[in-house]
């Protein structure tokens, strides 16, 4: 079993900045990637930024030069630097995480709220 534990979220107004994370714990081996996806409503859920199993690091169209994705390796652990938001960023914002065969986890979600 493999938990996913997100922090981090909250009301912002426009402009500003806030740092999610997400810590994976229990049955992992090894990590093949692990990320973010945020899903606003009557939207599809859509990358936000991910490791991959490559090492190569990937970001949404949407959030590219704002987002900032960083992991702590020892601790199963990702951050997710936002800055300049939006409030299309508003979104429920999700962490998964890939272990070996492709299995993917889910945390439950976290609020982004940006005011205008």
């Known amino acids: 079993q493999v938990q996913l534990e997100e922090s981090g979220g909250g009301l912002v107004h426009s402009g500003g900045s806030l740092r999610l994370s997400c810590a994976a714990s229990g049955s992992i081996v090894s990590i093949y990637g692990m990320g973010w996806y945020r899903q606003a409503p009557g939207k599809q859920r859509e990358l936000v930024a991910e490791f991959t199993s490559s090492g190569t690091t990937n970001y949404g169209d949407s959030v590219k030069g704002r987002f900032s994705i960083s992991r702590d390796n020892a601790k199963n652990t990702i951050h997710l630097q936002i800055d300049s938001l939006e409030p299309e960023d508003t979104a429920v914002y999700f962490c998964?995480?890939?272990?070996?065969?492709?299995?993917?986890?889910w945390g439950q979600g976290t609020q982004v709220t940006v005011s205008s």
């Open positions: 998964f995480v890939v272990l070996p065969g492709s299995y993917y986890y």
